[in-house]
């Protein structure tokens, strides 16, 4: 994508999107629009180790796409490891 002059692109990603606190502060960000900047969220899928939790995540990914063009940020180690296990 070429962008041109003046123009900025935003985004963040949530490593934690199941935790409460972490989710209530992700989407205040996205809602509030800072400097009238849309956020595109980057949202990771459910874990093994968060399989229970798929429809919350689910529930929570559509709002995020609601409020903004969701992302996809993916993890090579799972859950609690954003970074790869080995050199790539």
Do not use: N
Not at 8 to 18: D, G, Q, T, Y
Not at 30 to 49: C, H, I
């Amino acid at each position: 994508m070429r962008l041109g002059s003046g123009t900025a692109v935003v985004s963040c990603h949530v490593e934690r999107p199941l935790d409460d606190a972490v989710w209530s502060a992700f989407e205040r960000l996205l809602r509030r629009r800072p400097a009238g900047f849309v956020v595109t969220p980057f949202l990771r899928p459910p874990d093994a180790s968060e399989a229970g939790d798929t429809e919350r995540w689910l529930e929570r990914a559509r709002l995020a796409a609601s409020l903004a063009p969701l992302g996809h940020h993916i993890h090579w180690g799972g859950a609690s490891r954003a970074r790869p296990t080995e050199d790539v």
